[in-house]
């Protein structure tokens, strides 16, 4: 029995030791938009399970990339109150016509990395006349908290080195350069805006620098 501890402890030490993000399973993942391919990460430093969704043979530069931050109240629910589901789909779509690509989703990135509980607090928030900034500051929260340290790890595995990056925000590069993964281009993701999230389209726009230059198109919304 001592010796069966021992070896348990042993093992889960190892299983400390470890660091960093791990390819754990390549499933195929037949969707709506095409057939992908299912790439499983557990990152060992966090904890979380990570998924990139890659489509067709990708090669090694240029790759047409999305790094998605999970939203469930948008991806699944089909919230209207911010536009990720909408990018989700369009990114999606883009790499199913493009011919290859990926779709890094980003686990632990709610409500820009303030966890779901958070996201739904700032958003109660907002509905009595905060914008997204205000709120998240006003539950003493960071305003933008995602790291992309992972994302990059997963496209090193994938043996990316540049991508075109669909993305309307500027830290994502940022943050992709810093973590050497180069960006040939910066593809925008524009997704028409709707009653329910101009004022949040906007505010992305203003405080946070996202490049949203089709917001200029309706400005009779409000
Ligand atoms: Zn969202």
Request: hydrophobic share 40%; charged share 25%; net charge negative.
């Amino acid at each position: 029995m001592t010796e069966k501890i021992g070896v348990l402890g042993k093992k889960s030490a190892q299983l400390t030791q470890r660091s960093g993000v791990e390819r754990v399973v390549n499933a195929p993942l037949p969707t709506v938009y095409g057939e992908f391919r299912a790439i499983g990460y557990l990152d060992h430093d966090r904890g979380d399970e990570q998924v990139a969704l890659v489509y067709g043979e990708i090669g090694t530069d240029d790759v047409l990339t999305r790094l998605h931050s999970e939203c469930l109240t948008g991806d699944a629910f089909g919230s209207q109150h911010c536009e990720c589901g909408d990018q989700l789909a369009s990114a999606l779509r883009a790499v199913v016509a493009e011919g290859s690509g990926i779709v890094v989703y980003l686990r632990g990135h709610e409500g820009r990395g303030i966890g779901l509980l958070g996201k739904l607090r700032a958003m109660a928030l907002q509905a009595e006349g905060l914008d997204t900034v205000e709120a998240n500051l006003a539950l003493g929260l960071p305003v933008d908290a995602r790291d992309y340290g992972v994302a990059a790890e997963i496209l090193h595995d994938l043996g990316v080195s540049s991508v075109r990056l669909m993305s309307n925000n500027p830290r994502k590069r940022e943050a992709l350069l810093r973590h050497g993964i180069q960006v040939a281009e910066q593809v925008p993701l524009l997704i028409p805006p709707c009653e329910n999230n101009i004022t949040y389209l906007r505010t992305k726009r203003e405080r946070l620098d996202h490049h949203l230059p089709h917001l200029d198109a309706v400005a009779h919304l409000s």
